[in-house]
């Protein structure tokens, strides 16, 4: 569990997939859905909840802080010979993404917070429009 503001070097992928989503709450259940799906069909069964939870975090990140009016975020997944990685695209790199403390009555701020729990390392690489959120999970 580690955060890092550059992406993980470039390794050859078996599998991607690549989805552009509108920016309305109705996309990150089907972002969440297709991930999961992907991931089982891709052979990794076992990984597609915390997959499809990252993805759930990430997307539903992009659609509350990232996202501008008629404009799209991407969902990408990527399976390599050793992760499974999530990454979410917004058009908004000017908003920060950082772990913050939720208190114990706010109803959301955690989800940065899961995604640390979850994903074997991730981070944010800047775009030259908006940016990209992005997390692994190491195979096991």
């Known amino acids: 569990m580690t955060q890092s503001d550059r992406s993980a ?41 915390d997959t499809a939870l990252l993805v759930s ?8 802080h990232g996202c501008v009016r008629g404009r799209f975020f991407r969902v990408r997944l990527l399976l390599t010979a050793s992760v499974v990685r999530v990454e979410v ?6 908003r920060a993404v950082r772990l913050r403390e939720a208190g114990d009555e706010d109803m959301s701020g955690r989800g940065l917070v899961i995604v640390d729990a979850l994903a074997s390392r991730w981070g944010v690489l800047p775009r030259t429009v908006g940016k990209t959120v992005w997390a692994e999970i190491d195979l096991r």
Not at 57 to 64: D, I, K, M, P
Not at 89 to 94: A, I, L, V
């Open 89 to 94: 695209t917004d058009p908004r790199g000017e």
């Open 9 to 49: 070097p470039p390794v050859a992928a078996l599998r991607e997939d690549r989805l552009d989503y509108t920016p309305f709450a109705g996309s990150v259940q089907l972002a969440r859905r297709r991930a999961a799906r992907l991931v089982c069909e891709w052979g990794h069964a076992e990984l597609a909840g």
């Open 57 to 64: 975090e990430l997307a539903a990140n992009a659609l509350l």
